[in-house]
């Protein structure tokens, strides 16, 4: 390698280094440096930051995994603030439905009819509406005559919680908050309906 | 009772490094040799108590017993000999402790090694190495114990995930651990330097060997993984830009920038600075990339048993951030650059540039792993980004990079002169635009057009450079062709054997354009006898076979595979499905395949009905897809030439050690 120029200077003895005296003052960081020596921690530390978030939000589909309900709170479309966790100790019918999934409109009038009858026993039914508008959920609940309640799933932070693949999604939520039972698209029947029922009565 | 044993060994390891790190920190601050020896032990001894902790899980493994969580949830009694002693990293806890391992052993051999020079970096190089093995052992006694048991004994264990379960499981996890675990040596020494602020560059060519080193073996790791996934997965490719694949790309980009990037540091004093955030970004890549595979923040095909530790990884990504960071920047007016870049056209610039595109592609990679879990954390739509983005967005940049590999060597030292640029260059341009004159009889696509054109640029610098070495030997030395050859590689290794390396990264390239831009593919359901033709062979499905093995049931479609010209028959393939008893729902498959250096002939079996009358099949042709795993064996190559010991270089070396004084950690 000829043309290598020999630059390798002799280790130094213990002492450690001294800052260069060789008369040149030791300048202070340019503006240029300062502005990249920030960029350098501000944005690992966000990404850090990030990830743990993330690392929180992965915490509640293992939750649901195991089977325990993941807590969600969402304020109906009447104004009114209900949290699952305020519910314990009654069973709770969750659907997941939408004002443009015509699946959902199979099982509209069967889960208005099953809580009419089943309201008065400790059965909660609550409605959370996907990725829709207002207007045309407000429509759907007329047009059903829904009477128990209902609300926008702000964010879809509850669908991503529950890891729903579409609408409509039913699950049923014992008293101790575990998830007994859960149908993928519409309830079909009152048997079925009644298989889920069954596993929730408080 | 003896497993109880292998944690009590794990906590003793975690209060060992614990005291290393206070020696080896003190010894230095005090300059104490007492307390370095001790540092130094304790490194010896946390390698000890690693390996009988080691011993203790493989032989519940071998011997089946399912008291161990861990050995129950990843073993089975029908499980082959082999891969009973490879499900030791099969899973969360286990790989931990094999992490830990192979850390320790690297740690041990690196300390042997470079244990008479650089006396005052020494001290705080242990301690870092210490506190890398701290953070695992924490993981291991705290949260990922490999030794918890249960009070019964159950029957049988739950077998081992049968996409685990090939020869591949046994050799690419290990490459990749070495490679990954090794990025640790280079780096505790950098914050050895920041610490000791022993800042020339003695200490960057010290700890080339020991980046090359870890290199080579997430280089093959990495080679390895695509292999599996070309041959197990079955979906025509090599690589997926899956999160956990970027995982393990990120920090080879760093480090390779680094390897190169020291060599200016070496021989010009500059981009100091440069080498320090590249050699903390390996690092810091390499804890991000074993969090993102063990933590589930990411989806991705592979997925490992979830637990408790990525908050503490976490913790340890804002220590290395901070620590270093701070290090550095109390130190950054000692790593000024000696001299200045002197000129555009000159062998510092290309490596300057170097540096710019890998760093360009490295964020480019992290942008498109880690923007769909922002974008989803912010908004709330969950979005992908696939390959089809990766590949134009880093696509050009690499092959912007290719360019620079076969230029960058051939520049001068400072400046280049017109005639040196004549003499490196015409033939390897003449002749890269011949061959994209040919490629325009092949395609249209200009992409292939220049990538071909650009790798047999590379080519010929490649040959000219060991033409021109063998000749300029012959001329001096009246050697033979062999013998110069030889001594090339022997007086010059790392000139001549990063020559072998590129050599292996242009056979990569020339693979990655053919599958990529090449590639054909059908989908076919046929009858038996029946027969389909793609790309001149004539492929005939001729009928089912099943075979029991230990734990799983192979069946396989035989197609036997003809020249559609001339009818001639070539070979048979046997695409399978193996159906493993302990996990029905799982099966894995086996591609067949039939390579030649032209192309692989490559068949995937998707289903069959009416016990074989016919079956369902995807075809894909893959042109000079071999020259990936070929290349991959010539990278090995090269960086073994490179790293071989030179005995003219170590009498260098030891000339320049022996003025190290005795006193210091002898």
């Known amino acids: ?202 | 009772m003896i497993f109880n044993i292998g944690y009590l060994l794990l906590i003793t390891a975690l209060l060992l490094s614990i005291f290393g790190i206070v020696t080896g920190y003190l010894g230095g601050q005090r300059r104490n040799p007492r307390l370095i020896q001790s540092s130094y032990n304790g490194i010896l001894a946390v390698a000890g108590l690693l390996i009988l902790s080691a011993i203790i899980l493989w032989y519940g493994l071998l011997t089946d017993k399912f008291q161990v969580v861990y050995i129950w949830n990843h073993s089975e009694r029908s499980l082959p000999v082999g891969y009973k002693f490879a499900a030791i990293w099969g899973g969360q806890q286990g790989s931990l402790l094999f992490w830990c391992l192979v850390l320790s052993v690297y740690s041990v051999a690196a300390v042997l090694s470079i244990r008479s020079r650089h006396a005052a970096i020494l001290p705080y190089a242990y301690a870092t190495l210490h506190a890398s093995s701290l953070f695992f052992l924490v993981l291991l006694v705290f949260a990922a114990n490999p030794f918890r048991m249960v009070g019964f004994v159950p029957e049988d264990g739950q077998g081992l995930n049968p996409l685990l379960q090939n020869y591949w499981m046994v050799i690419h996890p290990v490459m990749l651990y070495f490679g990954y675990v090794g990025m640790a040596i280079p780096f505790s020494f950098a914050v050895g330097a920041l610490i000791s602020k022993q800042l020339d560059s003695s200490w960057v060519r010290t700890i080339r060997r020991w980046t090359l080193i870890p290199w080579m073996f997430l280089s093959a790791g990495i080679i390895m993984g695509s292999q599996w996934a070309y041959m197990e997965l079955g979906w025509g490719g090599y690589w997926a830009w899956d999160p956990v694949e970027n995982a393990s790309f990120l920090p080879w980009l760093t480090a390779t920038a680094f390897l190169h990037s020291v060599i200016i540091q070496e021989q010009r004093g500059i981009l100091k600075v440069w080498n320090m955030i590249l050699i903390w970004s390996t690092y810091f890549l390499v804890i991000l990339g074993t969090f993102t595979t063990r933590s589930g923040v990411l989806e991705s095909v592979h997925s490992f048993a979830r637990s408790d530790v990525g908050p503490y990884f976490l913790g340890y990504l804002i220590i290395v951030v901070f620590g270093f960071l701070y290090l550095l920047y109390t130190r950054m007016p000692l790593l000024r650059g000696e001299n200045q870049i002197d000129g555009v056209v000159s062998r510092e610039s290309a490596f300057l540039a170097n540096n710019w595109l890998f760093a360009g592609i490295t964020f480019a990679t992290l942008w498109g792993t880690f923007f769909p879990m922002f974008s989803e954390i912010l908004t709330g739509d969950r979005i992908s980004v696939a390959a089809p983005w990766f590949n134009k967005v880093v696509g050009p940049l690499f092959l912007a990079l290719l360019l620079l590999m076969g230029v960058g060597p051939l520049l001068g030292w400072r400046f280049t002169s017109p005639e040196a640029l004549r003499r490196q260059f015409t033939w390897p341009t003449l002749l890269a635009l011949v061959a994209a004159a040919a490629m325009f009889f092949v395609t249209t696509n200009i992409y292939p057009i220049i990538g071909m054109a650009i790798c047999l640029f590379v080519l010929i610098t490649i040959l000219q450079e060991y033409t021109r070495g063998i000749l300029a030997r012959r001329r001096h030395n009246n050697e033979s062709i062999p013998v110069a050859m030889g001594q090339l590689i022997r007086r010059n290794g790392r000139r001549y054997g990063g020559y072998i390396v590129h050599l292996g990264i242009v056979l990569i390239g020339v693979a990655v354009l053919g599958n990529e831009f090449f590639q054909q593919t059908t989908n076919v359901t046929l009858a038996k006898g029946e027969s389909v033709e793609i790309a001149g062979y004539s492929l005939v499905y001729t009928g089912l076979e099943s075979e029991r093995e230990g734990n799983h049931v192979r069946i396989g479609a035989r197609m036997v595979v003809f020249d559609a010209d001339t009818g001639r028959e070539l070979s048979s393939v046997l695409p399978q499905r193996n159906i493993y008893d302990k996990n029905p729902d799982m099966p894995t498959s086996e591609v067949g395949i039939r390579m030649t250096p032209l192309e692989d002939v490559y068949v995937v079996i998707n289903g069959w009905d009416n016990s074989g009358n016919s079956a369902t099949f995807t075809i894909y042709i893959n042109p000079l897809t071999v020259w990936m795993w070929v290349g991959g064996i010539v990278i090995v190559l090269g960086v073994l030439m490179a790293i071989w010991p030179n005995p003219s270089q170590r009498a260098a070396f030891n000339r320049e050690a022996s003025y190290v004084p005795v006193a210091a950690g002898d």
């Open chain 1, 1 to 202: 390698m000829a043309e290598l120029t020999e630059q390798r200077s002799l280790p130094q003895a213990d002492v450690a280094a001294e800052l260069p005296a060789d008369g040149v003052a030791t300048v202070p960081a340019t503006r240029a440096v300062r502005v990249w020596q920030a960029v350098f921690v501000v944005v690992p530390l966000l990404f850090i930051a990030l990830l743990a978030l993330r690392l929180y939000q992965t915490n509640t589909s293992e939750q649901r995994a195991a089977g325990v309900a993941p807590d969600f709170t969402f304020t109906t479309f009447d104004g009114e603030m209900i949290a699952l966790s305020e519910l314990r100790g009654q069973g709770v019918v969750l659907n997941f439905w939408a004002s443009w999934c015509d699946p959902c409109r199979d099982e509209a009038v069967l889960l208005e009819q099953t809580w009419q009858a089943e309201k008065e026993k400790g059965i909660v039914f609550l409605g959370l509406d996907y990725l829709d508008q207002e207007p045309q959920a407000k429509a759907y609940l007329d047009e059903y005559r829904v009477s128990y309640p209902n609300g926008p799933d702000l964010q879809s932070k509850a669908a991503r919680d529950y890891g729903i693949k579409g609408v409509p999604e039913t699950f049923f939520i014992d008293g101790e908050g575990k998830i007994a039972y859960m149908v993928i698209g519409p309830i079909m029947s009152p048997q079925q309906m009644e298989q889920g029922l069954s596993k929730i009565r408080p």
